[in-house]
Nanobody, 121 residues
Framework: QVRLEESGGGLVQAGGSLRLSCAASGRIRSVNVMEWYRQPPGKQREWVAHISSVGNTNYLDSVKGRFTISRDNAKNTVYLQMNSLKPEDTAVYYC???????????????WGQGTQVTVSS
């Protein structure tokens, strides 16, 4: 069974940095698109960043220039480097990946359990 596990969340002061990681494990044929989402308290989940299998990236406007998404294909891991953090970045951050398992040839959607990021003012 494929699993996504996030790490790296925590409490940081405004202006600080955090690096989130999300590792996919299991019987994986390929990891395709990988993304980060976040859900601020009392709000809906929103998309944050996207990276394709070949490294093309895209970002939510409010995080452009502050967040960087990257991936290590050898480790089936996606990262989110978050700099110049603001209180409004406070949220539970989730990774999402389209993964093709060894049992098939089509990708399916997988979510991590989420990691809390809290930015104090």
């Amino acid at each position: 069974q494929v699993r996504l596990e996030e790490s790296g969340g925590g409490l940081v002061q405004a202006g600080g940095s955090l690096r989130l990681s999300c590792a996919a494990s299991g019987r994986i044929r390929s990891v395709n698109v990988m993304e980060w989402y976040r859900q601020p308290p009392g709000k809906q989940r929103e998309w944050v960043a996207h990276i394709s299998s070949v490294g093309n990236t895209n970002y939510l406007d409010s995080v452009k220039g502050r967040f960087t998404i990257s991936r290590d294909n050898a480790k089936n891991t996606v990262y989110l480097q978050m700099n110049s953090l603001k209180p409004e970045d406070t949220a539970v951050y989730y990774c999402n990946a389209d993964i093709t398992e060894m049992t098939g040839w089509r990708g399916t959607d997988h979510w991590g359990q989420g990691t809390q990021v809290t930015v104090s003012s």
